[in-house]
């Protein structure tokens, strides 16, 4: 089966750091479009930054020149730096892997997420 696990989150007053981290090791990961998501209560999530096999990034405006997306194929483990924190970044960030495709080949898969804390 299938699990990514999310580790590295906490608190941290603005301004502050935190490195995200997201094992997969049931999942070859250069097959996937690997991204972080993140969801406050009440709303929706998310995305905040994803990145291809190929090492193509894509971020969110609001994350933009402040977070950095990176990926180990040879670890399978991806990776979020989050720098310049700010309050509204507060939330629970997920790893996701995707893979395009016909129906019978697209796969999308979760990790339960860790929790980020934005405060002073």
């Known amino acids: 089966q299938v699990q990514l696990v999310e580790s590295g989150g906490g608190s941290v007053q603005p301004g502050g750091s935190l490195r995200l981290s997201c094992a997969g090791p049931?999942?070859?990961?250069?097959?996937?479009?690997m991204g972080w998501y993140r969801q406050v209560p009440g709303k929706q999530r998310e995305l905040v930054a994803t990145i291809t096999s190929a090492s193509f990034t894509n971020y969110a405006d609001s994350v933009k020149g402040r977070f950095t997306i990176s990926r180990d194929n040879a670890k399978n483990t991806l990776y979020l730096q989050m720098n310049s924190l700010k309050p509204e970044d507060t939330g629970v960030y997920y790893c996701?892997?995707?893979?395009?495709?016909?129906?019978?080949?697209?796969?999308?898969?979760w990790g339960k997420g860790t929790l980020v804390t934005v405060s002073s």
């Open positions: 049931g999942i070859i990961f250069s097959g996937y479009v």
């Open positions: 996701n892997a995707h893979r395009g495709g016909s129906p019978d080949y697209a796969m999308d898969y």
